[in-house]
């Protein structure tokens, strides 16, 4: 990893410290937090409450989702009583479409969408567009390495740079776009130029592998 990405994912855990939040979960719930991300990227869904309860062994599945969810380790559904999603992925519509071993789920953001295949090791299909110009943007991964991308590799990933709302889901992540090609990217980037950077795509794969992949470690 190079400095300027490793600078970048230190950036984004001052800001959004998924990590540490995990830490400080005791740990039958950090437990189910990681089961929630693999069933998201094997089956392209959250765990429901009866899986919850399983996995807490009879546990207060209410308090686990009320503490989950207060940390922004997991997005809520819209009827409040289930998981909808967790970073990366999610159940709600978003831009960023994928098939993840040809299953279908969302990703919140450009940049969670290229970090589910270093992740998982995964085969990857990402649909999205340009935030810009509305482009459809289609990539192909295995793993951490990109196979295929449209329109073209100069694809480049722009993020603003904010400390979020109680979801980032709902307010960072919303920041965090695919823009068709360098000039676009710069034009987007003109706005504020202060509190944004753009990545490459080889360099947005390893942003992303560097500040999520660590979720799966015990």
Same mark, same amino acid.
């Given at each position: ?84 999603? /967790?970073?990366?992925?999610?159940? @709600?519509? #978003? ?5 993840? $071993?040809? +299953?279908?789920?969302? *990703? ?76 676009? /990217?710069?034009?987007?980037?003109? @706005?504020? #130029? ?5 990545? $490459?795509? +080889?360099?947005?794969? *390893? ?12």
């Amino acid at each position: 990893m190079t400095t300027s990405i490793s600078n970048a994912v230190q950036r984004l855990n001052s800001q959004l410290p998924l990590k540490a939040r995990q830490l400080a979960l005791p740990p039958e719930l950090a437990s189910v937090h990681r089961a929630t991300l693999t069933s998201l990227a094997e089956q392209g869904r959250p765990p429901g409450r009866e899986e919850l309860n399983e996995l807490l062994a009879g546990g207060d599945v209410d308090a686990a989702l009320t503490r989950l969810a207060s940390d922004d380790l997991v997005v809520m559904n819209s009827a409040g009583n289930g998981i909808a999603g /967790a970073y990366p992925m999610t159940t @709600e519509t #978003t831009p960023h479409h994928l098939r993840v $071993n040809k +299953q279908p789920v969302n *990703a919140m953001c450009a940049l969670d969408a290229l970090s589910v295949g270093p992740m998982f090791d995964a085969e990857v299909e990402i649909s999205s567009h340009c935030h810009v110009t509305g482009t459809a943007i289609t990539l192909h991964m295995q793993g951490e390495t990109l196979r295929e991308v449209s329109p073209s590799p100069e694809v480049r990933v722009g993020v603003r740079w904010q400390n979020p709302s109680a979801c980032a889901a709902h307010s960072m992540c919303l920041e965090m776009v695919f823009l068709q090609d360098q000039p676009t /990217a710069l034009e987007w980037q003109a @706005e504020d #130029t202060e509190n944004t950077s753009l990545f $490459n795509l +080889q360099d947005a794969i *390893a942003f992303g592998a560097g500040f999520f992949t660590p979720l799966l470690q015990v």
